[in-house]
């Protein structure tokens, strides 16, 4: 199956902070990519959909100006956390839908865990 | 909206054994997509099977089978032969057809222990 590389797997930060989490598309190319917070024991919660050269869509109560998302070509998106609060601390989850084959599976990275102290 | 429904928060089961996985959905959308994903404790999503709504067969793939019915919005996860390695959450999600922005709905999950 196609691969999706996330850095980092963990992360540790001051309080003010801000920290980027990318997410790449290895073998394929990925019109879609998006960004999942999963708090402890919990399920995946959407934060946005990325799609390529537009502008994130972002779910409600999901603050734009904390979560930046950008998707800059068809293999790469980034999330960036700003000022990061000890509340952001979570595990961070992307996927992405390819452009060709199979558009309906997406394949997930391993995650970030975001501790912010 | 799409919602999905997994009743059971935990199971166990014994090893060699078999277990079932429930997932009830709702949707107003005729076609769509039906998942299971499995995360392991390294939190790792991985895809475990995949069933398109206008197939009537039921997908299975190994020791991995569904038991999809339409009309009732039901979509169970058989694992036959239970192993070790199968100790992990289970996600049940639902998908529309591919449109550029189309999230995956999961379910809470179910978390199954396989015991020796």
């Known amino acids: 199956g196609a691969v999706v590389s996330q850095h980092p797997s963990w992360v540790i930060c001051k309080s003010g902070t801000s920290v980027k989490i990318e997410c790449r598309s290895l073998d394929f190319q990925a019109t879609t990519m998006f960004w999942y917070r999963q708090f402890p024991k919990q399920s995946l919660m959407l934060m946005a959909t990325s799609n390529e050269g537009s502008k994130a869509t972002y779910e409600q109560g999901v603050e734009k100006d904390k979560f930046l998302i950008n998707h800059a070509s068809l293999t790469l998106s980034t999330l960036t956390v700003t000022s990061a609060h000890p509340e952001d601390s979570s595990f961070y989850i992307c996927?992405?839908?390819?452009?060709?084959?199979?558009?309906?599976?997406?394949?997930f990275g391993a995650g970030t865990r975001l501790s912010v102290l | 909206a799409q919602t999905v429904t997994q009743s059971q928060p935990e199971m166990s089961v014994q090893e060699a054994e078999t277990v079932t996985l429930s997932c009830t959905y709702d949707t107003s959308e005729s076609n769509y997509y039906l998942f299971w994903y499995k995360q392991p404790p390294s939190r790792q999503m991985i895809l475990v099977i995949r069933?398109?709504?206008?197939?009537?067969q039921n997908a299975t793939e190994n020791r991995f089978s569904v038991n999809f019915q339409k009309a009732a919005k039901s979509f169970s996860l058989k694992i036959s032969d239970s192993q070790l390695g199968d100790t992990a959450m289970y996600f049940c999600a639902f998908m529309k057809p591919f449109s550029g922005n189309t999230p995956l709905v999961f379910g809470k999950g179910t978390r199954l222990s396989v015991i020796a």
């Open positions: 069933q398109e709504a206008y197939k009537q």
């Open positions: 996927s992405a839908a390819g452009t060709s084959g199979d558009q309906n599976i997406q394949y």
